[in-house]
């Protein structure tokens, strides 16, 4: 059967699929691209005059600025939005499961199953429907079985997997340059030809050999595995990076011989404080909770390793702070300077440094935060959410929001470096340096400053993976 010629898409959810949906209309104009969410306050700051996007990411507003109101279109009426798609990609949230069955490990479904109800109760044509959101193995059966349960008379629903590979600070150069385009469907002629109906979309501006198609189930687990493969990467280096502080050995260095071997490579293998953000440790704990329940417990074992290496990484990290401030840092008013996952977002989820400000509020210091992008409401709800026997009143005594690193640094006794922000190689340290208590400390969890030259100007200097 011949492909459907895709003239309109619908996404549901204005999250973070948001910039893979806006690249779309920027490099297919004659498609129409509405994305719709029930969040007013969402979808308002997408349509915003000004351009105040609800996320940060490099190139973001540039791309929105050209689609926008051409072909780009953001809206609470996710019915119209469903009634006139060809194409639909359910791009709505997955975290992992906070109660109930599989709690703390598996993906709490309930979003993609609403958006697939709503999907069958409102369609009166046949669709495409692709799930975007990460989501355990399997998942698009489910969402099959509703949609066919539910459908009206002569409406079919064809399922298809399409997941993001994409890296938060790096995503619309990513979207314009993929590694590759993965779409998964069944392999029946009907999936088939709606797999070559979204692989024609990215065929606009993805060059062909870079647009993969394999099986539906095995384009769902590739999400988990690359997502797992990566993070083990990093929990790998950072086991490492322990035995070098140990035994003097410069985990820079050591990083840098073994990314030489071109059967390893170079890609992430620098050391830090840990991994965070919305996926790595959520689709590990999704492997882990399908392991199990395939009755594969080593295999759960195996990956589920890879999150407690980080979570140790980041307890390890504090006890280091602790240990070299003379063992105590009750009273004493710390900096943390970013709060952000990585650089290059504002993405807060999983971020090492709500773990670490927690640990230091749990050891009575005062802590003083700065970061360039994430709103100051989103601080307080991340640690209102990592601490919450603690009242906010109590937090808010212990913890200060700051305006520039400068402000953070004012009467600190130590200056924490959680996110990898470029602008933190720029600061004036000899003025930071002169504003301190002293002795005045720095503890890089990014392996950013450089700290022979800090140490010159008087800092003690603590650097992840040196002695």
Not at 395 to 412: F, L
Request: net charge negative.
């Amino acid at each position: 059967m011949a492909p459907v010629k895709v003239t309109k898409i619908c996404c549901i959810g204005a999250g973070y699929e948001g910039p893979t949906c806006a690249v779309i209309a920027l490099k297919c104009p004659n498609i129409t691209v509405t994305i719709v969410d029930l969040n007013q306050a969402r979808v308002d700051a997408w349509n915003s005059p000004d351009f105040k996007l609800p996320i940060y990411e490099p190139g973001l507003e540039e791309v929105v600025r050209e689609a926008r109101g051409r072909n780009l279109f953001f809206s609470t009426d996710v019915d119209k939005g469903i009634e006139e798609a060809d194409l639909i990609f359910v791009s709505v949230n997955t975290p992992t499961k906070k109660s109930g069955v599989g709690a703390g490990f598996a993906a709490d479904l309930n979003y993609v199953e609403l958006a697939t109800r709503r999907i069958a109760s409102v369609a009166k044509t046949s669709k495409i429907v692709v799930e975007k959101s990460t989501v355990p193995c399997r998942t698009a059966e489910s969402m099959r079985t509703i949609l066919e349960a539910n459908s009206k008379p002569g409406c079919r629903f064809d399922i298809l997997s399409n997941p993001e590979f994409l890296a938060e600070g790096t995503a619309i150069s990513d979207l314009f340059s993929p590694d590759r385009v993965l779409i998964g469907s069944l392999q029946t002629p009907e999936g088939i030809s709606a797999c070559q109906s979204l692989a024609d979309v990215y065929a606009n501006w993805v060059p062909k050999d870079r647009i993969l198609t394999v099986g539906l189930w095995s384009s769902e687990l590739s999400k988990l595995a690359a997502n797992a493969m990566l993070a083990q990467r990093i929990s790998s280096i950072n086991a490492l990076s322990a035995i070098c502080e140990a035994t003097g050995a410069n985990i820079d260095e050591v990083a840098h011989a073994i990314g030489y071997d071109t059967r390893i490579g170079p890609k992430f293998l620098k050391a830090s404080v840990g991994f965070g953000g919305s996926c790595f440790q959520k689709d590990i704990l999704n492997l882990v909770y399908l392991s199990e329940s395939l009755h594969l417990p080593e295999v759960a074992a195996y990956w589920r390793q890879v999150v407690e290496m980080n979570e140790h990484q980041k307890r390890r990290f504090s006890k280091r702070v602790v240990d070299t401030m003379f063992n105590t840092i009750t009273g004493k008013r710390i900096a943390v300077l970013g709060f952000a996952f990585k650089a290059d977002t504002g993405d807060t989820r999983e971020s090492a440094a709500i773990t670490l400000i927690r640990d230091f509020q749990s050891e009575k210091a005062y802590v003083n935060i700065y970061d360039p992008q994430v709103p100051h409401d989103q601080i307080w709800t991340d640690l209102a959410e990592a601490s919450p026997l603690v009242p906010i009143e109590t937090t808010q005594k212990q913890v200060r929001i700051c305006s520039s690193a400068m402000e953070a640094c004012q009467d600190a006794e130590a200056v924490v470096i959680a996110t990898e922000w470029k602008e933190f190689n720029d600061i004036d340290w000899e003025q930071v340096y002169s504003s301190m208590n002293k002795p005045a400390f720095i503890f890089d969890g990014r392996l950013l400053v450089d700290a022979e030259k800090l140490r010159k100007i008087g800092f003690t200097v603590t650097t992840i993976g040196r002695p």
